[in-house]
DNA sequence: ATGAAAGCGCTAACAA
DNA sequence: TTGTTAGCGCTTTCAT
């Protein structure tokens, strides 16, 4: 069996108190004893039970995450960083995948509660509020990432949509182009994003003439495809000449699907994506694309959660960051 | 305070050892208690602490994964399988990037052990067998997922890498190539790669006749972005006509560069891959390559994995899985 | 500076 | 069928 701290102490001779101060390195204890005990956990390769001191501190030291997928690599780039910011204070992280599903959400958070994480980090929009509400009832340290539920007073990183939907929209037309098409997915920042491309248009008097030019879907490559092969379809003189995509996946959908309608990307169609994963520089051509400042919004998140983890009658707080214009190859000037 | 089974126990007036029965589901106990306490536990929210009971079980239910990073794609779709599956039986991942460092990983390694996690999957190769050896001595549940360690006794899944870069080089002669080239990383898995892809040439009376048709360099975008330049700088009469690449992410690199320099994949360069990862289709032209099983590793990883958790000293197993051709855009025959 | 002892919230063997 | 009780391996007063 695994050496106890009763191991340690029988073999060095003190009490389990005595161990149990080294190991936390607090209390007063002779400098004697503390390398008397130490080399005798050395000497068992004594690895003391975090499940044991958990019960008693009511402290694990791990965080859960939740995500819709970790397979996408937005959520993936994210929990990266949240992987390492946790690392720094001795934590770990565990990682769930909802798959934007209500009934899995609650699972793994009725999971995650009995495990006794010390907080909870959701980056998974639910379209359940219900399900937060309760998480704040219960005092339960939580930080909503990259996603916010405006009625709820919780804690929230966000990027600024509008403003990313905005200068997405104000730079293609810088560019020169008139004609914009937008797609969108089905989250509420997405809305946001809309509006910042509304707004944008409106600032040069311009206006969506038709519905065809605002989509929404969910976010996949396939989608991406879809939309754009009906918004491509249009005559030429009707067509876009650029398209805001609110995520890369589908920016990317667009791309493939415009290629292949033999259009050039971007001398006939600029695209423009969003959240800058590293797709947006694997795929030809690489893709111009609002970034989220995802280190500053980890960073935040993780420093929100342990303030609330300490405090957990904490005021909430709701941070936006900005977001940034990352110009690749997908996007150019219109001709004349 | 959260409720504890004493609460329960008190408010349905019972004994503790009774609700603990309702809620594992055994030992006897008549349906009215049983009702009679589940309600109870319903009105209080009652969530049974997991810290508690695996101090008495010693099962924490979850397990570690150790990754190079989850930000790479294969790892976190791999990832993703793993949740699923650990998720079937009610456990859950603690994630673990290393960054392929010796001293990262074995501070991983420790927090898991103090963790008292059920088993660990290591998908990291770790330069240090040594890191290894020690686990299984501690007889700690432990199974390598795409790596090997050969010389060491352990549970290990992977796909037949040798067979991969067989028939992926088997694959590029049968379109008519005859000047090829390899770029690997260094894992000790691309060396089973390169013999393959030597063994297939060898198959056709070929061999490489320099060195710069084979070179190892860190699998990132950019480091192949680098060997294609020097490869394919050469002049076109001695210029490989097909790259194989031992990773979705060189190869992409190679497309990248091919396309810079005026070259047109697959016209001018057959490019394939490995690991089938989701870059593969975004890139373009999309990547063919060849596809680790990945579902099916996982799941006979974690099948491994729960069988040496219920009993640690059962046989090491090494399992090799078979890779698949996955054909995209990105090779085609030789013009003539 | 060190130790005794009372928990932390469960499980499981044994009694009743 | 239900309850008593002894751990599981720590932390933390409170004595000494």
């Known amino acids: 069996m695994k050496p106890t701290i009763y191991d340690v102490a029988r073999e060095a001779g003190v009490s389990i108190a005595t161990v149990s101060k080294v190991l936390n390195n607090n209390g ?4 004697k004893t503390r390398k008397k005990v ?12 975090m499940v044991a001191s958990a019960l008693t501190s009511q402290r694990t030291g791990t965080i859960g995450l939740m995500v819709p997928d970790i397979a996408n690599p937005f959520f993936a780039e994210a929990a990266r960083f949240f992987e390492d910011y946790a690392q720094q204070t001795g934590s770990d992280l565990i990682i769930c995948s909802t798959d934007r599903d209500d009934d899995k959400a609650a699972r793994y958070i009725s999971l995650l509660q009995r495990k006794r994480v010390d907080g909870l980090i959701i980056a998974s929009h639910t379209g359940n509020p219900e399900l937060v509400h309760r998480l704040l009832e219960d005092k339960v340290p939580t930080v909503l990432f990259s996603a916010d539920i405006r009625l709820l007073e919780c804690n929230s990183i966000t990027v600024d949509d509008y403003k990313g939907g905005y200068i997405a929209t104000a730079y293609l037309l810088s560019l020169g182009h008139r004609r914009l098409g937008i797609i969108s997915d089905n989250l509420p920042g997405s809305r946001l994003r ?52 609110c995520n890369d996946l589908l920016a990317i959908g667009v791309i ?18 969003f959240d800058n994963t590293m797709l947006a520089d694997i795929c030809h051509p690489s893709l111009s694309s609002i970034a989220q400042p995802l280190r500053d919004m980890t960073e935040q998140a993780m420093q929100l959660l342990n303030e609330s983890i300490d405090n957990p009658d904490a005021i909430k707080r709701k941070i936006s960051l900005p977001p940034e214009l990352i110009i690749r190859d997908s996007t150019s000037k219109t001709p004349e």
Do not use: C, W
Not at 28 to 31: C, G
Not at 223 to 234: P, T
Not at 256 to 273: C, H, M, Q, W
């Open 38 to 49: 130490s080399s005798v956990m050395e000497k068992l390769n004594y690895q003391p039970s």
């Open 28 to 31: 007063r204890i002779s400098d």
């Open 256 to 273: 493939k699907e415009a290629s292949e309608a033999g259009l050039s990307v971007p001398r006939d169609l600029s695209v423009i994506g």
């Open 194 to 245: 809309e509006q910042g491309f509304i707004d944008a248009l409106k600032a040069y008097e311009l206006s969506l003439d038709h519905q065809d030019q605002m989509v929404q879907t969910s976010a996949t490559l396939e989608n991406g495809r879809k939309v754009a092969r009906r918004m491509l379809g249009q005559q030429a003189d009707k067509r876009p000449t650029a398209i805001f995509a």
